[in-house]
């Protein structure tokens, strides 16, 4: 019973092995070229970003091999985002600061933002960051070069992902580990289907047609997970996506501590991993390939089955193998390897976490506002 467990575990452990030796073989940071043609609008929505949103302007601003301009949404912030931000404009015509009305009922905030932004850009693609992405010059032209060599609607990649604290160490190192180890990328590329678009909502360049015959995020209004529904709105009217390595174009740090870590995953989670069919799956996928071959390791010793012990050893390591190979290349700390076990419990505490305890409220907050919870098995968007 033992060692059948033992070679279940080996399996599980191979698949992500599998995928991620394929994709990062296919996943390419894209070069761009003398001079990309066209204007690249750059749109960052901000709520209360004064600690990082200079940093976040000035690199967009000195995006190089492109044309561009930069928008800034101030959704209603509080603090002097919107002065940081005009104090720049005063010096580079190239900048403009957007004052988002009002938000509508039945939007989230990220998405009326967006929207707005896209309403007053001029740019024939239109780059959506968050407040806390630092571009490299060539990070733009790069994203623009290879949506134009490719034909792709939609393109996005991963920033490399910075991290200070063990909170965040524990949490965000799933971005990466859940895209490179469980996307099968070269089908992604060669079919249509919905279920395979996926995105990282930090980063992603549109077609500006494309975004406006989709009905972009006005059409996604409701939800708090772009980097989902983005792409699968795109591939669900025959738009194509594709994905880029995005850790030399870009970083970012998205939280600060452990609870802030917890509360950003949490917000999307039930439109991602946390329905009642999903996620009984990808605890067997992710507990079982990379948690349980270091129990079984530590039981099979203990008991003495020697045949299960060595089959569990080598589930184990080909999961941390797959993880710092993942690691290395997106360059994320080293040190974040040893804690890929712990990582995994972590993503599922959350998941089942926010399927089974919503808030009393029935609701999820973030950046101050109160969003009602979508019910697990609502649709992934709404008509604009």
């Not at 985002?81 to 957007?98: H, N, Q, S, Y």
């Not at 992405?133 to 920033?159: C, E, F, I, K, M």
């Not at 792409?231 to 880029?244: A, S």
């Not at 360059?331 to 993503?347: D, S």
């Amino acid at each position: 019973m033992m060692l059948a467990l033992a070679l279940l575990c080996l399996a599980l452990a191979l698949l992500p092995a599998c995928l991620a030796a394929v994709n990062l073989g296919i996943l390419r940071t894209p070069e761009p070229e003398a001079e990309e043609p066209g204007l690249v609008s750059i749109l960052i929505p901000a709520r209360n970003e004064a600690a990082v949103i200079e940093r976040t302007v000035r690199a967009a601003l000195a995006s190089a091999g492109i044309a561009i301009e930069v928008l800034v949404g101030d959704d209603h912030s509080t603090d002097d985002t919107a002065a940081i931000v005009r104090g720049i404009a005063a010096a580079d015509p190239r900048l403009r600061l957007v004052a988002v009305p009002d938000l509508p009922e039945g939007w989230t905030g990220k998405n009326h933002t967006c929207s707005v932004l896209a309403r007053e850009a001029r740019g024939d693609r239109l780059l959506f960051l968050d407040a806390d992405v630092t571009l490299v010059p060539n990070g733009a032209a790069g994203l623009a070069a290879h949506a134009r060599r490719s034909g792709a609607d939609l393109v996005s990649g991963v920033p490399r992902q910075t991290m200070g604290t063990l909170g965040e160490r524990l949490t965000v190192p799933m971005i990466d580990f859940l895209l490179i180890g469980y996307l099968p990328m070269a089908l992604m590329r060669l079919l249509p289907d919905p279920s395979l678009g996926a995105a990282c909502g930090q980063m992603i360049l549109m077609r500006a047609e494309s975004y406006a015959a989709s009905g972009g995020h006005g059409a996604i209004r409701t939800s708090l997970h772009d980097g989902v529904r983005l792409p699968r709105l795109f591939r669900e009217q025959g738009l194509r996506t594709d994905l880029v390595a995005g850790h030399a174009l870009a970083t970012c740090r998205m939280y600060r501590d452990f609870r802030q870590s917890w509360a950003g995953f949490s917000k999307n989670a039930r439109e991602g991993m946390a329905t009642s069919r999903a996620l009984p799956v990808w605890t067997l996928l992710l507990f079982g390939g990379h948690v349980l071959p270091w129990l079984l390791l530590v039981l099979a010793l203990l008991v003495g089955d020697r045949p299960a012990a060595w089959v569990a050893a080598g589930a184990a390591l080909v999961s941390l193998a797959t993880r710092a190979a993942i690691t290395l290349v997106v360059r994320e700390p080293a040190a974040t390897v040893p804690l890929h076990p712990a990582t995994i419990c972590t993503a599922l505490a959350i998941q089942w976490n926010a399927l089974l305890r919503p808030d009393r409220a029935g609701a999820s907050v973030w950046k101050g506002r109160r969003y009602p919870l979508a019910p697990p098995g609502s649709p992934p968007h709404q008509g604009s």
